[in-house]
């Protein structure tokens, strides 16, 4: 077989070093719970370990704070009973640890938000290589938002986005016993690409045709009934956004010579007692998330439904019996499902 | 054959002592002439019959000539051609003929000897050998010493041969020709048996009879059989022994022609890339590394003309074409003071243009590239034109690679020389060239890059008086990069450059056993404005001016060889730089000033092997701003300021050099150590681009290089080559963030301790050779994750130190096949067929390895292989005389 240019796995041993903190959360001016992770590494590919027991205060710049509260081990709460964002004021988080030691953030101020304008879609199929080096048409949607950009000022913000999908499953009656149901799955994309918009007030003012997904319509059964696709949308600092830049250049490497030499990333969060920076971030952001969403008759050409296409004699899939049998995140009817 | 072998200047005098070998004498020939010149006589029969025929085109007459024999012996044959033409002849060796005047030969001792006088100076000379004379024949000899010259010169390509060996057996004397091919010595009126050796070519063995001070050309003929050339580079095994420098290697063309190419293409850069010391980042990369010195630290010159980038289709081609160079060479031991201004290596590449009496075609066709050059006198014994060009049409190829982004990418270029250069008189001459090349990369609709050179030079070179020789050249280089983003969001061109004014006064002086090398060399550093500018836009949407420098070396080196067993070549450098700042750079003006000793001496421990060292230092003003994987054609150059320290580095080399079997093997152990204060690294993440600040994302520190270097080398046989073997480390110290600034030594990126290569050259026959090429080289340093982590639903790696880990070691095996249709060299055209199979076991070399997270798959190892499939190629070259 040809191999020009090739990417393929191999086994590679690295160190494991273990007990690296990280914490990792945001904090914004929209009244929704805020989270906290706090966990330590274990080594390389294998999940990191909760650290409970931490106790967590998050201040602003008035004399207001509040308290996190740890409601699963490692992740931490924030409600908005106990503290709301509010534009223009600078937050900052303590973190005391069972051990006692002590980490800080530096104080952010949080921006005012940026709305989008639109967010919508376009399906289209286009060819890529198959396994054996021939083209195949394959069908996908892709996600674009528009974003007007505030005018020159002196505090420049740059934007984050992050996308999810949810989408409902209505099985089918297998038996004489056995009604429709209908589930509802999140999706909250396994995926590393890091979605930066770096504003650069001189250059533009309107960020238009923003990709923010784009994913092959496999399997259609996702498709049966509206796909969303929520997407939120973080006003960033310079500093928060250097430090995605840094994210987004070790988490996809991708070999070739435009690759960055790699390096371990800190972010914003340092330990009292001797400055040292630990991984992950605590961003202060200002937040707007938007949706939007497919139906059945948007997608063209007509796509096959696994479930819907079996005949009732057949063997059915269990899913297509029982939707909540389906691998995956199932949630609650979303209350926006009834709204748009 | 019209021209003659060995010219002698101003008095020439061909005599044939042995004047009838068994051979001659046995040949007989056929010939029908009507009116027909004699030129074309000789043509004839060389051609019919395994002679050559030497003669000056000035004596023969216009008149044609009319005669018939059949089967007569030669002598009788030429005593019939060349009857009522004022001419005569002698026959040497087994197949020569030397036509000349009558009166010179008969006037000639050999031609005394003939008839049974000889004089008595020549008496208990070895007649096997022709007779040279230097001076005016008439003047009575005198004793006391006479200056005199020779010029080295390869009989068909015209080009000058330097490193040629040159033996006077009288005096025990070897004298080596300088890069112009010259060598001077002080001989008294006399008769002395001459010896050169170059490899490649015939040894030369005259007996040289000095009447008065005067100048011999001296033309020397490449191996009889082309096919049996040696494959791999290198010095001849005398040179490298009688030389103090170290680590100096000459190339000629046909050695980098005849190596297993990529594609076919001969390559002058891939073919130092097998040499001890010299390695690589990988396919697809450009530039090399030179015992631990980074790509900038790399002198690249054509012409005089300073490449920053001399590489095409990110670095699977040089620049250089291989059809119109006449002589490559690279200092990677010590640097003579000559050169300067970067820290590893120096790699001078001249090319032809100095043909004034016959025109030569060459090109071809291969498996990704044309070629086509000339070379042709314009006025004859006046002025000459080179000029070639290559064009590339990659365009089918990529689509085999299974890659989506590759397949829809593109990759072209081209690049052409142009070279004029005229006699001034036969002490002088002057030469223009230009240099033009483009080249194009593009990776799907993501992003490309654009860069292209255009230079200019000029060369004037003048004797003055018998032991002086002046060089003058001026040249501008204009290198422009763009990196271009034709789709999305941020459609854009990101353009910087770098331009370089250079004029360099270089005086040779040759006094009795010292050759005494000085000058001044003055460059203009001006890297050319960093621009953005977004798509429809007229006007630059970002704009940083970069700062220039100048530079000014001047230097003063002697070689001079003390006695037969000890040589010594000692100078000094003294570089002044001085940077300009711009207004947008944080950087202030600054002066610096550096002196740089360069030492080296040989010391001849026996007939056969040698004891080097050497000890240089070298500043380097001008760097290369990279901190990606391998380098982009839009990385910027930046001079030395206030805020970037220039670069220096003391080299230190130790060898021991030794021949075996008559000089048929060759081998040496060099070791060497580097010491080198504020080379560059950069800070993690360092932002490099549209940055005033870049000196900030800088971080200056030490490096040192240490390294053992096993060469072995067989120069004849049916099965020639090399075989070589590098140990060496690299480490850097700079106060990394990622690592607390802690300061501690790391390897260099290009930290590869082993290095083995072997390169064979069978000749199966006349007509047809086989290579292979074999490398081993240790993986390259990777900073590689030690644990990984979340952030929301993002799996990120968290690296570890830099460098700290390696990719799978390197290896790859090349075979080629050539098959010559014309193996009889003076046939006018000859044409080659040349079958490579590159990485033969197809094994897939990793450029690198990078860890990603697919999907809901846990993060792991991944490797890129740039080639990891055998590649064939055939090419086609022709060349017309």
Known sequence: MLCYGCVDPISFETGNESGHMVIYGHFSQLPQDHFIDITQTSGFGTPTVPVTGACIKISDNTGNSADYQEIETGKYLLTPDDLQGVPGRSYHIEIVLSDGRIYLSEPQVLPEPMEPDEIYFEIGSRQIVGGTGSLIDKTFVDVFIDTPLPEASEEVNHLRWTVEEVYSLVDRSCGPFDTAETCYFIDPIDETEVLLFENESSVQNYVSRFTVRTRELVPYDEFTARHYFLVSQYTISDEELNYWKKIDAVANQSGNLFDVQPAGVTGNIFREEDGQAVLGYFGVNAKTTVRTFTTPFTIKPNPVFTCMDQSFFENHLPECCFCNTKEGIQIERPDYWDED | ?881
């Open chain 2, 1 to 881: 054959m019209s021209n003659l072998k060995y010219t002698i200047l101003p008095a020439l005098l061909w005599v044939g002592l042995n004047t009838t070998s068994l051979h001659a004498q046995d040949l007989k020939i056929s010939g029908q002439f009507n009116d027909v010149g004699l030129r074309e006589v000789f043509r004839d029969l060389e051609r019919r019959y395994d002679i050559r025929v030497f003669y000056r085109d000035q004596w023969l007459p216009e008149a044609s000539i009319n005669h018939q024999f059949t089967q007569l012996p030669l002598d009788q044959a030429f005593q019939t051609i060349l009857e009522n033409t004022g001419l005569s002849f002698v026959l040497y060796g087994k197949d020569n003929v030397i036509v000349a005047e009558k009166s010179r030969i008969e006037s000639s001792g050999g031609s005394h000897y003939i008839f049974g006088r000889q004089p008595t100076d020549l008496q208990g000379i070895d007649t096997r050998f022709p007779i040279l004379a230097v001076g005016d024949s008439t003047t009575s000899s005198v004793p006391t010493a006479q200056q005199i010259t020779l010029y080295f010169k390869d009989e068909d390509e015209e080009s000058t041969l330097d490193g040629v060996i040159v033996y006077f057996e009288k005096y025990e004397r070897t004298i080596n020709s300088d890069i112009y091919g010259q060598v001077t010595t002080l001989l008294p009126a006399g008769v002395y048996q001459m010896e050169a050796r170059r490899v490649g070519y015939q040894p030369f063995i005259c007996n040289l009879r000095v009447y008065s001070p005067g100048e011999i050309e001296i033309k020397m003929s490449q191996e009889a059989i082309e096919l049996m050339e040696v494959v791999v580079s290198g010095e001849g095994p005398e040179q490298r022994l009688l030389n103090p420098q170290t680590g100096i290697v000459s190339l000629t063309p046909k050695q980098i022609k005849e190596m297993p190419s990529f594609l076919g293409e001969a390559d002058v850069i891939k073919t130092i890339q097998t040499l001890p010391g010299v390695t690589t980042i990988g396919e697809g990369a450009p530039g090399y590394f030179v015992r631990g010195g980074n790509i900038d630290q790399n002198l690249i010159l054509q012409d005089g003309v300073i490449f920053p980038n001399a590489s095409h289709a990110l670095g699977f081609f040089s620049m250089f074409n291989p059809d119109l160079i006449s002589q490559v060479q690279l200092f990677k031991g010590n640097i003579p003071a000559q050169y300067g201004g970067r820290l590893s290596s120096v790699l001078d590449v001249r090319l032809k243009g100095n043909n004034y009496t016959s025109t030569e075609i060459n090109g071809g066709v291969g498996t990704v590239m044309s070629k086509l050059s000339v070379e042709t006198p314009l006025i004859k014994d006046k002025v000459s034109l080179l000029a070639g060009g290559r064009v590339s049409y990659a365009d089918w190829i990529l689509p085999v690679i299974k890659i989506p982004e590759v397949q829809e990418s593109d990759a072209f270029f081209y690049d052409f020389n142009v070279k004029l250069s005229s006699k001034l008189s036969d002490k002088g001459s002057i030469a223009i060239g230009y240099f033009q090349s483009f080249d194009r990369v593009s990776f799907e609709e993501e992003a490309g890059f654009e860069w292209s050179n255009k230079n200019i030079s000029f060369d004037w070179t003048q004797e003055i008086g018998q032991t002086i020789q002046s060089q003058l050249e001026a040249s501008k280089g204009d290198m422009d990069n763009l990196n271009f983003d034709p789709s999305g969001l941020s459609v854009s061109e990101l353009k910087n450059g770098l331009e370089i004014y250079k004029v360099k006064e270089n005086i040779n002086v040759q006094r009795g056993n010292h050759q005494l090398i000085l000058g001044g060399e003055w460059i203009n550093y001006r890297p050319k404005d960093e621009t953005l500018r977004s798509a429809g836009s007229q006007n630059f949407d970002e704009q940083v001016s970069k700062g220039s420098g100048r530079e000014l070396g001047v230097y003063l080196n002697d070689s001079w060889e003390v006695n037969e067993n000890l040589a010594l070549s000692a100078g000094l450098r003294v570089s002044i730089f001085w940077s300009e700042s711009s207004e947008d750079l944080v950087s202030q003006d600054e002066q610096y000033t550096n002196l740089e000793p360069r030492v080296s001496f040989r010391y001849g421990i026996s007939q056969s092997s040698a004891v080097k060292i050497s000890y240089n230092r070298i500043s380097q003003y001008l760097h290369l701003l990279s901190n990606t994987t391998g380098v982009l054609p839009v990385d910027q150059w930046i001079t030395s300021n206030s805020g970037i320290k220039p670069s220096i580095s003391n080299n230190f080399s130790i060898g021991y050099f030794r021949n075996f079997r008559q000089d048929t093997w060759e081998s040496s152990v060099e070791l060497f150590f580097r010491r080198m204060t504020d080379i560059i690294e950069f800070k993690d993440f360092a932002d490099l681009i549209l940055n005033p600040q870049v000196e900030n994302e800088i971080l200056q520190g030490d490096g040192r290089a240490h390294g053992v270097e096993f060469f072995l080398k067989r120069h004849s046989g049916k099965v020639r080559g090399n075989l070589s073997y590098t140990f060496s480390r690299t480490f850097v110290k700079v106060p990394l963030e990622s690592e607390k600034f802690s300061s501690e030594w790391f390897p260099a990126k290009f930290d590869r301790p082993h290095n083995f290569n072997l390169v064979m050259d069978w000749t199966i026959n006349r007509r047809s050779r086989f290579g292979l090429v074999f490398n081993f080289t240790s993986g390259r340093p990777i900073t590689a994750p030690v644990s990984s982590y979340n952030l929301g639903n993002i799996v990120v790696p968290h690296y570890g130190n830099r460098n700290e880990f390696r990719i799978p070691n390197y290896h790859r095996l090349d075979l080629s096949y050539t098959y010559k249709r014309n193996a009889v060299k003076r046939k006018r055209y000859q044409d080659s067929i040349t079958f490579s199979l590159y990485n033969v076991y197809g094994r897939r070399n990793a450029f690198s390895v990078f860890f990603r997270k697919e999907n809901n798959q846990p993060a792991k190892a991944y490797r890129l292989s740039v080639l990891g499939s055998v590649f064939p190629s055939v090419t086609y070259t022709f060349t017309f005389k």
